[in-house]
């Protein structure tokens, strides 16, 4: 809900519903009979099947619009950053871009992170439709071609609402992950599964400052 809420704005909406079974559905169904979505609210059902670049591009392919914005459903585009994007689109010569990144903030252990490496995230999720596609199975990536600019305000992100909500995450796209790894051919080795996940803690607690976000940096690194 407060997701919709933050893009009511926008021209339409598209709903990609990999067979929910938690209600998500009807909420959504209950919002789209409010005025200020009635006509907006388009709703397709797909299995995800594992692979997020072609549920990304089906969706892609759904939008009537000439630009497109990508927003999960653990995030919020604020007033400040709609107005941005608004703004960009309507009043610019916005004609010589074709893609925008967005930077993006994440909320973890009731307070904002400042630090670690998802303080310096950001993602390609607004561009012109026909510009490019999105690629990669896990961890996709918007292949866009041509000029791209970055807006200021970042997209406010609730990805892990508990500890073991962070634990199901990292084991989801862990296993994908490998999945897609094998496919490309690369190998696991000893000495990574030592050092990989040593050095990403400490790039994120120490290098990147993660430390300076407290407890809830702390945990962050070590769940990384």
């Known amino acids: 809900k407060d997701c919709l809420e933050s893009i009511k704005w926008c021209d339409e909406i598209i709903i990609v519903d990999d067979y929910s079974s938690d209600g998500t559905i009807g909420v959504i169904k209950e919002i789209g009979k409010i005025g200020e979505y009635k006509g907006k609210i388009k709703i397709f059902k797909r299995k995800l099947a594992g692979d997020f670049a072609a549920q990304r591009n089906f969706a892609l392919r759904q939008a009537q619009g000439q630009w497109v914005l990508f927003v999960d459903a653990d995030e919020r585009i604020s007033q400040e950053l709609q107005k941005e994007i608004t703004e960009l689109l309507y009043y610019t010569s916005v004609i010589e871009r074709d893609g925008i990144y967005l930077k993006r903030g994440d909320y ?100 990147k400052k993660g430390f300076f976000d407290g407890m809830p940096g702390l945990i962050a690194a070590l769940m990384m």
């Open 108 to 207: 973890f252990g009731g307070r904002w992170l400042k630090y670690g490496e998802t303080a310096k995230v950001r993602l390609l999720r607004l561009a012109r439709k026909n510009a490019g596609r999105w690629e990669r199975e896990v961890h996709e990536v918007w292949n866009v071609k041509g000029k791209i600019w970055e807006l200021k305000n970042p997209i406010l992100h609730y990805p892990h609402p508990t500890i073991s909500d962070f634990l199901n995450n990292i084991n989801f796209y862990s296993t994908l992950h490998a999945q897609v790894l094998k496919k490309e051919g690369v190998k696991p080795s000893l000495f990574r599964l030592i050092a990989n996940p040593l050095g990403k803690f400490i790039q994120n607690y120490i290098f």
